[in-house]
C-alpha cells in the first residue's frame, strides 16, 4: 500500500441530534463567533446528484453548524432524512466525535491508493468546487477520516 502526505487538521466532525443547539451550547461557553449553519444540499444546488453513499447515489439531507476555532474548524452534523453514516453513527454510538478532516488534491484518488472504500461522499457549500468523501477507516485508525480537495493558496 502507498502512502499519502497529509497537512494538519483542518476539522473535526461530531454528530449530534441537534446542531443548533451543540454550536449554541459551545458559543455559550466559549468566546467563538456564532456557527455558521448550513442545510446540505441546499435546494437547486445540484449537489445532490453527485452525492454518494455506500457506492450507490446519495439520497440524504443534514443540517451543518460550523464554528471556526482557528486552525481547526467544528463541525456539528444533524441527520435529517436518507441513508446516510451519520444516521448510522447515532444509531450504533449516540452523539460524539465522528471524523477527522483533511485536504489533499485529490480524495477519490486518496482512497485508491490507501486501499480503503469511500462511505460517503459529496460537493461542497461553502467551498464550491471542492467534494469531499468519507473513508472507511474506523476498523483500522479508530476514527473516520474525512478527505477534500486543497484548496489552491493551500497546495
Known amino acids: 500500500m502507498s502512502k499519502i502526505e497529509l497537512g494538519s487538521v483542518v476539522q473535526v466532525g461530531i454528530v449530534v441530534r441537534d446542531a443548533l443547539a451543540a454550536a449554541r451550547a459551545w458559543t455559550e461557553r466559549f468566546a467563538l463567533k456564532p456557527a455558521e449553519v448550513v442545510d446540505w444540499p441546499p435546494e437547486g444546488s445540484g449537489l445532490e446528484a453527485a452525492s454518494t453513499y455506500r457506492g450507490r447515489p446519495g439520497n440524504f439531507r443534514m443540517r451543518l453548524a460550523f464554528i471556526e476555532t482557528g486552525a481547526v474548524q467544528i463541525e456539528f452534523i444533524q441527520p435529517l432524512e436518507g441513508d446516510n453514516i451519520y444516521s448510522e453513527f447515532l444509531e450504533e454510538k449516540g452523539e ?18 490507501l486501499e480503503v472504500d469511500v462511505t460517503q461522499s459529496g460537493g461542497s457549500t461553502l467551498d464550491p468546487g471542492a467534494i469531499w468523501a468519507y473513508l472507511d477507516t474506523e476498523k483500522t485508525l479508530g476514527t473516520i477520516i474525512e478527505l477534500k480537495t486543497s484548496r489552491d493558496e493551500e497546495d
Not at 96 to 113: E, K, N, S, T, Y
Request: charged share 20%; net charge neutral.
Open 96 to 113: 460524539g466525535l465522528h471524523h477527522l478532516l483533511f485536504r489533499v488534491p485529490d480524495p477519490i484518488d486518496a482512497a485508491r491508493i
